[in-house]
């Protein structure tokens, strides 16, 4: 393992506190076991709370996104490993400024039960709560049971889409709709090159051969579609493009916003490559790319590879996408 | 033997079950690496480690036992086994409440209704090839009552049972649902999880699969 680190089980600790050092105007963090990231800005009175959680490792996935217009707290887990129901309850708790709260969170199990148990809990107590799951990853599920499918980059999209509509001052049902009929035209798919490294395991979670690529990887190294010959970008690019299109079929002239993310290891260059293609592929399918954005932004540490995620949007999903954030990690 | 259990009880069986959750992580990891990612070992070590940690007595009160194994559970994990487990020690606290020792005989309702609410949390259903068809069995087993002796080697049986009546079964939740035929000859962990903890509560060995 070649890692610039002090010792793996402080890994996400000392990832956080750095976090907070580096950024003070963005971030504080707080909860009984310092997994809870808050804004470090002021908050509205009466606007709706926005909340999300997960593993550690796809920074600035979760915890970077804590800021104005996007997340008011996250709640930290470990590597892979999803938070502790105390740090959900905790970070449900500090989003709670009167208008209700909504968690926007990724389809797996562990999860949207502690959400779910969490969330329950808040109810009880009298806090108007919902959850928005998001299921974006096409590799991992049928369309026949799209409501199992993981949910990968999609999340970065409904964060700002939620985000932003709290911020507007939307209430609660407001928000949560808006949201859930974004992530209705979203989808994703991830092409990984390499694998990587929990800290604590020590050693690759999986291994690919030098010229091998694996089409339709989870962010965990979850099992994809096939396994094969690396190839030229532009013919990565385009099964990717043909694989969400079928999965969405968006009519001809819809609007779409568009996200190529590295999984870590992929430089900008590579995403650029392959969001050329992307570009050329979509504009003479008739579709308007609306909105992009290129870079890190969900991603499984050292990980070679890239995401796509195409959504569907109309004049609401693009101011909402265009309106402004103050997070330190946020990159439009 | 005593034909009820009190908090102290539950304390203690559940520091056996965490002594053999700690030695047992790897192999948890390795059966659970086959058809999910591979933590279960970890998540369980982590809990019993904490479980471990806390020295401090068990009262007499069932319900309280209960519930603090939940919030040790709540405080250091966050996985579905984990919530599922949880979900069930917080409706086993709710329907002892004010008890101070509970019956044998009554065991397999409580487990019956703390079953239920794990089957709501989880959304599984019977029959999918997990812990709670384990558990199902273990109801089953244990409607007769008797003694500590009597109700765990009861639960232990149908444990062991329960695992070779599913082995060449699809697993029906969890990553295998896409592929259910890759689960065909493997066992379920959270099924050996259970059987090695009820094997821990009664000093048994546990099988080895």
């Known amino acids: ?332 | 033997m005593s034909s009820t259990f009190t908090g102290k009880d539950i304390g203690a069986a559940a520091r056996r079950v965490a002594k053999a959750y700690v030695a047992e992580a790897e192999r948890f990891n390795r059966l659970d690496a086959a058809g999910g990612d591979g933590d279960m070992g970890t998540t369980l070590f982590t809990v019993s480690k904490a479980i471990l940690a806390d020295m401090e007595p068990f009262a007499e009160d069932v319900s309280k036992a209960f519930m603090r194994l939940a919030k040790i559970i709540s405080k250091h994990s966050g996985s579905s086994l984990s919530a599922v487990i949880m979900t069930g020690l917080i409706t086993l606290s709710l329907k002892t409440r004010g008890q101070r020792d509970t019956e044998y005989a009554d065991l397999s309702a409580l487990l019956t209704e703390a079953l239920t609410s794990m089957q709501q949390r989880s959304k599984a259903p019977l029959g999918s090839k997990t812990v709670l068809d384990g558990l199902h069995a273990v109801c089953e087993a244990v409607k007769g009552g008797g003694d500590a002796r009597q109700v765990g080697q009861a639960a232990h049986e149908a444990a062991i049972e329960t695992l070779a009546a599913y082995r060449e079964k699809p697993a029906m939740i969890g990553r295998l649902r896409l592929e259910p035929s890759k689960g065909v000859g493997l066992d379920d962990p959270g099924m050996v999880a259970l059987e090695v903890g009820i094997a821990a509560m009664i000093d048994a060995e546990p099988t080895q699969t």
Not at chain 1, 171 to 200: D, F, H, Y
Not at chain 1, 295 to 306: C, L, N, R, V
Request: overall charge negative.
């Open chain 1, 1 to 332: 393992m070649k890692k610039l680190i002090n010792n793996p089980d402080y890994y996400v600790d000392e990832a956080l506190e750095g976090m907070r050092l580096a950024h003070p105007r963005g971030y504080t963090v707080s909860g009984s076991n310092g997994r809870v990231i808050e804004r470090a800005t002021r908050k509205s009175e009466g606007k709706v709370g926005i909340v999300s959680g997960g593993g550690f490792g796809h920074l600035p996935l979760f915890a970077g996104y804590v800021g104005e217009g996007l997340l008011d707290s996250c709640a930290v887990g470990h590597v892979f490993a999803g938070p502790s129901f105390d740090d959900v309850s905790e970070s449900l708790k500090a989003a709670d400024f009167g208008g209700g709260v909504l968690s926007v969170i990724g389809n797996y199990g562990g999860d949207t039960m502690v959400f779910g148990m969490a969330n329950d809990m808040l109810a009880a107590e009298g806090t108007d709560c919902a959850v928005v799951t998001v299921a974006d990853d096409v590799a991992s599920a049928p369309r026949e049971s799209a409501e199992t499918r993981r949910g990968v980059a999609g999340l970065i999209l409904a964060f700002k889409i939620a985000g932003a509509a709290a911020e507007k001052g939307m209430n609660l049902q407001g928000v949560k709709a808006v949201t859930e009929r974004a992530m209705t035209g979203c989808r994703s798919i991830g092409v990984a090159l390499s694998g990587c490294t929990v800290p604590q395991a020590g050693t690759p979670t999986f291994v690919l051969d030098e010229n091998s690529i694996e089409m339709g990887m989870g962010i965990h190294g979850e099992k994809g579609l096939w396994r094969g010959a690396l190839k030229p970008a532009d013919e990565i690019a385009s099964e990717m493009v043909e694989r969400l299109m079928a999965d969405l079929e968006p009519p001809k002239g819809a609007r779409l916003a568009v996200l190529v993310n590295s999984l870590g290891a992929t430089p900008l260059d590579e995403l650029y490559i392959l969001y050329r293609k992307v570009s050329q592929l979509l504009n003479a399918a008739g579709l308007e790319i609306a909105y992009s954005l290129v870079g890190h932004y969900a991603t499984s540490m050292e990980m070679a590879g890239a995401s796509l995620s195409v959504m569907t949007v109309d004049d609401e999903l693009l101011d909402l996408l265009n309106a402004p954030v103050n997070c330190p990690l946020w990159r439009a």
